[in-house]
């Protein structure tokens, strides 16, 4: 979005900023399942960057309905869009959990199945219903869980815009406050993965509808071409909010009502008013937006073979790598030197894989879904549709 002005056309929106929002929130995923403990690892900011799972299931209710609702409302076949989806989503999460199923048969050497990597577990991740309390814990490509709760957003999205476009206004905001009131009786808090992880996607993902189908058009404000000091001062705060919120409450009940913070700082970012959008706006940030998906589905594939390697070298070189913090938990940095290390390490082999995976597998399975989606002919896309986020 440049320049954004309540003149602008709704369907011609851009919202490059919360890409650039999506990216960096991608790399505090990444930071928070990296094995260090030293300063960086064990602050409050990092530690409880799993809340940023929260921040894609709103924003990708809000994108979704920006570049699907109205043609969903308008009566076009919710199968193109859950045909779309699938295909922007499951090739690669397919490919990377392949690839675990490799690397798991070649380090077990034909030992028996034990843990969390089980034929069992497998299928669920195959199937994408590890989200619904049917495994116990966390497997293969762990972070994926979050894939399994998004389609299940995407299929009722779709089922509610095409059967109840009437009564969606209400439907939204009461699936939202429903579910986050279930969450917080049953587990006290917003972490939920393998149990209800579906429904803590929905809730977020309804927050992000409602925001971009109701309220955007309603509550958004006129933005001048230029940043000003008033919206830069107003991004500010919301960043330092949303720092503030996740240091303080990732684990407290508060932190049921992340969703709405990130539902908050999603619609003063999307105007694009102020000085920290264009930095938002940048080519690098912008650059992990768009490899945003990778990040996020490749890097504990990187990280689980960062690890093998050091526990190869730890061997020949008979020196030391690892630090147990705990009875059966080492980790590879404990000061704030060898986290620097650890997360360079970390960062450029996934962000190198990343590039790989977008350009070979999300890229041409992306275009496959929007191909069949259109009926086979892209020509009729609008342009607007091609430039929304890909997410």
């Given amino acids: 979005m440049t320049a954004q002005s309540q003149a602008t056309p709704l369907s011609e929106m851009r919202f490059d900023a919360l890409d650039g929002c999506r990216g960096l929130c991608a790399l505090m995923v990444v930071l928070l399942h990296a094995p260090i403990a030293g300063p960086i690892g064990q602050s409050a900011f990092v530690r409880h960057s799993f809340l940023f799972v929260d921040f894609f299931f709103v924003l990708s209710g809000f994108v979704i309905a920006h570049s699907w609702g109205a043609r969903l409302m308008a009566g076009r076949r919710w199968a193109d869009f859950i045909q779309a989806r699938f295909w922007r989503v499951y090739p690669l999460h397919f490919a990377m959990l392949m690839l675990f199923l490799v690397f798991e048969l070649i380090m077990r050497g034909g030992r028996g199945w034990d843990g969390a990597q089980t034929p069992e577990t497998f299928l669920h991740n195959l199937l994408l219903t590890h989200s619904f309390g049917f495994v116990s814990q966390l497997s293969w490509n762990y972070p994926s869980w979050s894939i399994s709760a998004e389609f299940v957003s995407y299929i009722i999205f779709a089922a509610l815009t095409v059967g109840a476009a009437r009564w969606l206004r209400a439907i939204l905001p009461i699936l939202a406050l429903a579910g986050s009131a279930f969450l917080l009786v049953r587990l006290g808090h917003i972490e939920a993965h393998v149990d209800y992880g579906w429904l803590r996607c929905l809730v977020g993902f309804s927050l992000g509808a409602l925001l971009r189908l109701f309220l955007w058009e309603r509550l958004r404000c006129d933005v001048p ?167």
């Fill in 225 to 391: 071409p230029v940043p000003t000091m008033r919206w830069t001062l107003l991004e500010l705060a919301t960043v330092l909010y949303v720092i503030g919120f996740v240091s303080l409450f990732g684990t407290a009940k508060l932190s049921i009502a992340a969703p709405f913070v990130f539902m908050a700082a999603i619609f003063v970012l999307a105007h694009e008013g102020g000085w920290v959008s264009r930095l938002l706006k940048s080519r690098p940030v912008m650059l992990l937006g768009l490899l945003s998906y990778s990040l996020y589905m490749t890097h504990a594939f990187v990280i689980a073979r960062l690890t093998n390697a050091a526990t190869l070298a730890e061997k020949l070189w008979h020196r030391p790598i690892f630090v147990e913090v705990a009875p059966g938990t080492k980790i590879m940095a404990d000061t704030l030197t060898g986290e620097i290390v650890v997360l360079a390490l970390i960062l450029s082999g996934t962000i190198v894989v990343s590039a790989l995976t977008w350009r070979f597998i999300e890229r041409p399975s992306q275009a496959i879904g929007k191909r069949l989606a259109s009926g086979g002919t892209m020509a009729s896309r609008r342009p607007a549709e091609a430039a929304q986020p890909s997410r």
